[in-house]
């Protein structure tokens, strides 16, 4: 069964404070996406990543892919209360079904 | 360019009783996938939906079923409710091929009494 744990799990930091959340898992994934959720909301599609040792970068957001595929991390700069929400990735393995984190709940205080 | 909707977005059942959940693809796309995500956890996948045909099906029993009309909307049924069936159930389109990014409406809020 291939799972994918997120860590950690809520964050309460301050406004201008850098931050990194970590998704792992013992499975290969061939692509992987991050998304953002808030409360009464839908996920928002942030990346989408597909290399090995892939990076990218959404403004203060910097994703990157493990080399091996099996892991990713979201890394936040300077973070600002607009960034408040459930972050959630979410992996493939070539097939249809796409296995969600159990994400990590931010919170950044003004 | 309408996004994903879903509708109703909030409803109320009693333990026992049947629901559909609809949903309407972002423009464009033609897969829709379906999940629940219960208070505070990831969306669980329930299954896909392509060319009419479920065409991959997450861990959940036979009580929930779903069907795409020729148009790419999708519904999601759910028989027997079960106190436990109570979550957002989120819609998600796409294109077809593996590895798509998905675009995911804003849900259904289910409640079971």
């Known amino acids: 069964t291939q799972l994918l744990e997120q860590s950690p799990q809520f964050l309460s930091i301050q406004e201008g404070e850098n931050l990194t959340v970590y998704c792992n898992s013992s499975s290969v994934f061939s692509s992987l996406q991050w998304y953002r959720q808030e409360p009464g909301e839908g996920p928002v599609l942030l990346v989408t990543?597909?290399?090995?040792?892939e990076v990218k970068k959404l403004k203060r957001l910097t994703f990157q892919f493990g080399d091996a595929r099996k892991d990713s991390s979201l890394h936040i700069t300077a973070a600002q209360p607009g960034d408040t929400g459930l972050y959630l990735c979410a992996g493939t393995s070539g097939t249809y079904k796409y296995i969600f984190g159990t994400g990590t709940r931010l919170k950044v205080l003004a | 360019d309408a996004g994903v909707t879903q509708s109703p977005t909030h409803l109320i059942k009693t333990r026992g009783q049947q629901v559909t959940l609809r949903c309407s693809p972002k423009s464009g796309h033609d897969t829709v996938s379906w999940y629940q995500q219960a208070l505070g956890q990831g969306p669980q996948f329930i299954f896909q939906y392509y060319e009419e045909e479920e065409r991959q099906r997450g861990n959940f029993p036979d009580r929930f079923s779903g069907h795409q009309f020729p148009n790419y909307s999708s519904e999601l049924n759910v028989n027997a409710l079960l106190l436990g069936d109570s979550a957002l159930y989120l819609c998600a389109s796409s294109l077809g091929q593996p590895n798509q990014p998905q675009h995911f409406g804003d849900g259904t809020r289910l409640s079971i009494l």
């Open positions: 990543v597909v290399t090995g040792g």
